[in-house]
């Protein structure tokens, strides 16, 4: 009989060396693809942030101008100026004969009226501008440049943006057209 204690030594149990070299390899290689992964998504995600930031800054920037485009050539006293006080008061504006915007001469007549705001109004309508971030804005968000250009053509403005410093450049543009235009007689 045997002793307990006496085992005989079987040379095929467990993992041989090449067996235990290719699984960690197996290993290692999907850790580093999930590392590759998330710090992609890291990256991707930071992007979109600024793009979103971007974004953000030039739909404000437009809400802006519109607003502008909506006051101008107003008849003050009503409710187009946007004060409080005369909301109740009829929209008016000066569009008519006498008026640099009307008469047969006049910007409404020769479908000039955005040339006409943009030499009427250049401080507020600048040919070429950048555009400025909130003071709390983080660091990497106010690196990207966002630059605002203004063309006329016609009645309408075309409002271009494109930036710089930033993960993409960025290009898009909108077009506003003056609310003085739907009163032009």
Not at 29 to 52: R, Y
Not at 94 to 117: D, F, I, Q, R, V
Not at 130 to 150: D, G, M, Y
């Amino acid at each position: 009989m045997k002793n307990f204690h006496q085992r005989r030594v079987n040379n095929n149990a467990g993992f041989s060396l090449p067996e235990v070299l290719v699984s960690t390899s197996i290993l290692m290689m999907v850790v580093a693809g999930t590392a590759q992964t998330q710090t992609n998504s890291i990256g991707v995600t930071a992007d979109a942030h600024q793009h979103n930031a971007i974004e953000a800054l030039i739909a404000e920037d437009i809400d802006n101008l519109q607003r502008e485009t909506f006051r101008w050539m107003c008849k003050q006293g009503t409710a187009c100026t946007g004060e409080p006080l005369n909301s109740h008061i009829p929209m008016r504006y000066l569009t008519g004969n006498g008026t640099p915007l009307g008469g047969k001469s006049g910007s409404c007549a020769n479908n000039t009226l955005a040339e006409h705001m943009l030499r009427d109004q250049p401080e507020l309508f600048p040919l070429a501008a950048r555009v400025n971030w909130a003071n709390n804005s983080p660091n990497h968000i106010k690196a990207v440049a966002v630059n605002r250009s203004i063309q006329a053509k016609g009645n309408e403005l075309i409002i271009s943006y494109t930036t710089s410093g930033g993960a993409k450049t960025f290009t898009t543009s909108r077009t506003l057209v003056p609310q003085a235009i739907h009163w032009c007689g």
